[in-house]
């Protein structure tokens, strides 16, 4: 952490302590570590900022908050247990789930080291050190380079930066931009690859309201899962990890919500918001909704067809019903049109300073470039949708793909296709074929065809017979996807395999995708930081960058909300109102073993569900949120519909982030599961007071 | 009014002042003016009791409360304009809509009284006299009479009751059974058959929200409509009119909701709710379930298809809805459970007492009649579900009978067809001509079909072919129904129409069955005033008789409430909650003038629905709702979902109904439609200050 820059907050005039506000913005650890502390203690943090991440030691709050395959989670005890979302690890339960052994269903529970479930391709990092290379990166860009050439230089650099940090032993390095450039830091984590299911709640509690309540309020859903990390086949020993707290919360307490947010759009100029509203979005609830009911349709009344594609099912709802959520909320919230007054409030202060001059011409090309893009925006998305698309598609374009970067030196290799990656993709590919269900992927592919052939554009210029092409591929076959998975080039052409040469029919269109994209990034990295300069600037005040996946915290308080005209949401559910939902169906029927302990207790004083004010997006699935002392009240898992557009512009009346309270996790432990053990194992064992304060160092 | 009796109140030990409190009870005009007028004065009522209801001289607010086809209205000017809801008219409004002039959809304004549009089957009561008659009634049951002989004789003597009180010109008359018999009452209203369109809005504003908001709070529907009423060619004079107040309502305010509920059920037993549950709503959500989706399907893409169906569409839609509601309210609310306890209390208070064993014979009767009730109750379901069912069969099984119910004395008659009945049958056999469209209804007819013949009994056994059947008969065609409409069942069975030979066939079930219904009728006459006498007995207090299409009073609070965990509704919307809910499309499509004038205005100050805990249910739609001083401040038009089942009991915490605000239709007259004519007629033009006391009688 000795590197780090502040360059540019500096040049924001954050010359002082930053005010760091509850509320709006995803903070670096390096904007905590500069903000004002005598205003978060105000607001309710009441041990020193330092005890969020200490630089020099690579410990603090941060040091316990890791990431799991997208997902973000806690460490929370000393013997490598991880909390996060049920959602997080549902891929992990399904893995070890058949007919005959329904985990999804039933739930799992670990009594001994030896019950639990190990994960083939669940990992795990945690951080280590954040060292700001912008002006590494920025030296790398030859004198008078276009912009492809800036982007294969930053490239490269980043790829010299990453592998000589994984020099490291167990290093797992990256390095972010943030918002297209306007600062580069290398990120080093340390990788933890042998993690395994310790609990999962039956998916009935972990999921409990289905896609009906999913993105919604109020909420009773149990959704978190725990699992273990171990290194060298001993449980792993983090630096820190959470205390439970088991006072819990209420209305207008303080919390924090830490994590890995992905991506957000909050940078982008209006027009830019336009193209993604235009096309990401619509496309993604189009045809997303399509390949939904494509699935369902495909695997009703069949159960292994059912479980295959359940794990697909979970992610394109969750991302089409996301793409509605913005799509109203963009219309709801006026957000484009704020954006575009906030533009040209900016560019009306810039253009009065000469020294922005460069910010006032970014600008104006942004948009000329989101403007251009149009003309390519759906042939773009659904080459991009293979993605999500047709397994047989996905695995035949990356096979092909592996073929042709394989033979080139490492560092000049596609970053997908480099040797650090490849055990992962193989995995990937292996793991794949629990989720593989013909007749699903033969209709996915069929509706693909049909959209490309509308296109009326090669290689598809009408749809092929999608039976006959499943019928002679070896494909979909993982032992001989594993064989391909190290074949040259030309011995995929030999197979002759329909797939494959479908794969190789799409190659040229999916590399000329590809060319366009980076040289749209080397144009951006160009551009956006010259233009945020100038928005920062005028804003007077600290900007949290764009989220990017790496390590962010959000400063909050517990709150409800006004949805809507004579609506008032309070931020509390409990027990009382699963109950109250529970109808003995799918996706609202409470499990027998739950019902009967909740007929023991006072349901309505079993905490289930909280609401705060933080500024979460999609990757904070899992966050720890803590209280003001730094222990664990519960885990962030959703945020609500009306929150869902917050990804371009956060409006405090509505963006609320929904958390589990750890409260209904101990209940469940105890009074369900008797699961004394695992209680005793992260402090929280039935009688025993809270922790008084966070763990030490250890 | 002289002879009305208060015995079976002061045998419920209301000897004093009976203690009517806002919320539960639907009061009749008897108990009203029997009630602790000091308490109503606490509660917020302004003016005395007899300004309700002068029974002497038949005015008050009560006599501006009229019936209008099975729904309430009120006179709101001394010129006979009466205001109510836009569903309640919605049949006068598709009477004169065809697909080049769609005043459903663009709404309708007379501007002046030769542009109003006159109804054919529109009627309006207005009431004039309640006389309790039990005594006479009771007197004509013969000593030893059965069952059957009991109900033949209490139908005897109602129709010897209503003939000598329709001797008074314009009088129309019932005799009404409260509580199964507890009470008999002679109502004699005056009846007006004149009665014209003067102002629908676009059905996009009366129903805004359509089935997806319908039952539903927050809502943001202008459910209202005024129609004049005439006699002899010149506009009616009430007796009674309500002022309009302009001062409108707020949380807290004391309201009364005056008008005619259908139908509840709080007086039966446990197991007769349970019968009710298990077979009359479970079977209208599936059967009423299934022919919605018939007509939608049938009439898709047709113009013609979709006008003619749309008044059956709304009428199912709203009862499968609604029985969908009752089911669910049942089971969330417990309320057959409550029921049960309240029902074992009651029986243990009156086994102690010996004065009460006929009420302990009397409930285990009727349980037994319940329980035998089952096995025929799929079968009379169905038989009786063809009064809204397939048009052709409904007009067929009428003709066949009423052929045969004309050659006897009109005392003798079916009710149903009495002379004084057969104008307005006749009319509507017309009038059902705009409702009739051939696809929508075979396929209605098929569905009746598959199910009668799926319980395998004579006279359908088999599913004839429909086509075919529709394709003979002449039935379906208006000026030949008319013709058969005199015809002798000779004269029917001798035109060998197919439709026809199918009624003659059904009869004899049909005849059964209301024979079976009869003789239980009959039971519970005798059973049922035992029965209650004792719930009352023991509930030592007043207690409101069940819903009976009578006047009836409702005293409420404004109030908002807590529909399930986390969740408040506050009791008021806006024009500014219907312009968020805007999509431009069906059923949240704000029509252009509106928005254009919501523009000019601050839409949050533009009331539109409130709530109450008015105790209402089908029935009351349009009813006035008036505030402390009996001015009119809104129309009932619909009860929240959570308090659907409150047919079976009332719960206060969830119990509230829901109004449209006088205020947002004095708004859309006066900025949207510049309809300062109308405005001056009912006192609310702008500018004019509100009425500050209740109009005088005329």
Not at 181 to 192: A, K, N
């Amino acid at each position: 952490m000795k590197n780090i820059s502040f360059l540019r907050l500096a040049a924001a005039g954050a010359l002082l302590p930053a005010l760091l506000l509850a509320g709006e913005g995803k903070w670096t650890p390096q904007q905590v570590l500069q903000s004002n502390e005598a205003e978060l203690r105000k607001q309710g943090l009441q041990i020193p900022v330092s005890r969020l991440w200490n630089a020099a030691k690579g410990t603090g709050l941060l040091a316990a908050t890791v990431n799991i395959g997208g997902c973000s989670a806690g460490f929370v005890s000393p013997t490598g247990l991880i909390l996060t979302n049920h959602h997080c690890l549902f891929g992990l339960v399904q893995e070890h789930s058949r007919p005959d052994r329904d985990l999804i269903t039933k739930g799992f529970l670990a009594r001994t080291p030896e019950e639990e479930l190990p994960g083939k391709t669940t990992r795990v990092t945690v951080p280590r050190k954040f060292t700001d290379v912008t002006k590494a990166v920025e030296a790398a860009v030859p004198q008078g380079a276009d912009d492809l050439a800036r982007n294969r230089a930053i490239d490269a650099k980043q790829k010299e930066l990453v592998s000589g940090c994984e020099k490291t032993a167990g290093a797992r390095c990256r390095v972010a931009a943030f918002d297209g450039g306007l600062q580069y830091v290398l990120i080093e984590s340390f990788e933890l690859s042998d993690v395994r299911l310790v609990y999962a709640p039956p998916r009935a509690i972990g999921e409990y309201g289905g896609e009906v309540d999913n993105w919604m309020w109020p909420r009773h859903t149990g959704d978190f899962s725990m699992a273990r990390a171990y290194l060298n086949g001993k449980p792993y020993k983090p630096e820190f990890y959470f205390p439970i707290s088991t006072a819990g919360v209420k209305p207008g307490d303080f919390v924090m919500v830490l994590g890995y947010p992905g991506r957000t759009m909050r940078s982008l100029t209006a027009m830019e918001m336009a193209d993604m509203r235009d096309f990401y979005f619509k496309l993604r609830a189009e045809v997303y909704g399509e390949w939904i009911r494509i699935l369902e349709e495909a695997t009703k009344g069949n159960a292994a067809g059912t479980i295959a594609v359940a794990s697909s099912l979970k992610s394109l709802n969750n991302v089409a019903k996301n793409a509605q959520g913005q799509l109203a909320g963009l219309q709801r919230g006026r957000i484009i049109e704020k954006q575009t007054a906030a533009d040209q409030r900016v560019m009306a202060w810039a253009e009065k300073r000469p020294e922005y001059a460069a910010a006032v011409a970014a600008k104006k090309e942004l948009d000329q470039l989101a403007a251009q893009r149009r003309a390519t925006a759906v042939r773009d998305f659904l080459l991009q949708s293979i993605a999500n698309g047709p397994l047989a598609l996905r695995h035949a374009t990356q096979l092909v793909r592996l073929s042709a970067e394989r033979v080139k030196p490492d560092m000049e290799r596609d970053a997908e296709y480099m040797e650090r990656e490849l055990p992962r993709l193989r995995d990937r590919m292996e793991r794949d074929q629990k989720s593989y269900f013909a007749a699903a992927d033969q209709a996915l592919m069929r509706s693909w065809f049909q959209r490309m052939a509308a296109m009326g554009q090669a290689p598809i210029a009408e749809v092929p017979a999608v039976e006959a092409l499943y019928g002679a591929t070896r494909v979909t076959s993982a032992a001989e996807r594993l064989k391909m998975f190290t074949e040259t080039t030309e011995q995929l052409r030999a197979r002759r395999d329909p797939m494959l040469e479908l794969a190789f029919a799409l190659d040229p269109a999916l590399r000329a995708q590809q060319q366009s994209t980076r040289q749209h990034d080397g144009a951006v990295a160009r551009l956006r930081p010259a233009w945020r300069r100038a928005v920062i600037a005028e804003a007077g005040k600290p900007v949290a960058p764009d989220a990017n996946s790496t390590l962010r915290v959000s400063f909050a308080h517990v709150k409800g909300y006004v949805p809507r005209e004579a609506v008032t949401y309070g931020p509390q559910t409990s027990l009382a109102g699963m109950l109250e939902k529970n109808t003995g169906e799918d996706p609202f029927a409470v499990p027998q073993a739950v019902l009967a302990a909740a007929a023991r207790v006072d349901a309505a004083k079993v905490p289930l569900n909280f609401l705060a004010d933080a500024d979460t997006t999609g990757g904070n699935s899992g966050s720890p949120t803590v209280n003001g002392r730094g222990e664990l009240v519960g885990l962030n898992f959703d945020r609500v519909w009306e929150n869902v557009a917050n990804d371009f512009g956060y409006n405090p009346a509505v963006a609320r982030n929904v958390n589990v309270d750890i409260r209904f996790f101990l209940w469940l432990l105890k009074d369900v599961e008797k699961a004394d053990g695992l209680l005793a194992e992260i402090g929280a064992a039935p009688g025993k007071a809270p922790a008084a304060a966070p763990a030490a160092t250890h």
